[in-house]
Each structure stands twice: as C-alpha cells, then as structure tokens.
C-alpha cells in the first residue's frame, strides 16, 4: 500500500487536529493564519486520497505512525 509523505507541517496539524483542536485553535497554537491551516490540511487530504477533512483524521493514525 503506498503511503502519503507528509510535511512535518502537515504532520503538526494533523497530531493537532487528532487531539480535538479546530483549525482556528491550531492556527493559535502554531502562530500561523488559519488559511495556512486550511492549506496544508487540504494539501495533506489530496495527498492520502482522502475526500474530507473527517476521513483524514480518520486515518491519522497510521499517518503519523501512532501506536
């Protein structure tokens, strides 16, 4: 199975957006805009082949190799 290469970005959203955070509190915590969330979110769901944001925190785990 091929697996997508995240940028470590996209893999700091992601680990955020897997602890519950909304995109605006990660743009906070990252000190970035919330577009720029919004961006590498979407870049990282057409990277997996994913339709939504939903289904890309779905499969967070096996993204980010968590145990």
């Given at each position: ?14 680990a ?28 990282a ?13 779905l ?9």
């Amino acid at each position: 199975m091929y697996k997508a290469v995240l940028t470590e970005r996209e893999k700091d959203i992601l680990a955020l957006k897997l602890d519950g955070l909304i995109d605006k509190e990660v743009a906070k915590r990252l000190a970035i805009s919330y577009s720029t969330v919004r961006t590498h979110i979407n870049r990282a769901r057409l990277k997996c082949g994913c339709e939504s944001t939903l289904q890309l925190i779905l499969q967070a785990n096996d993204l980010l190799n968590i145990a």
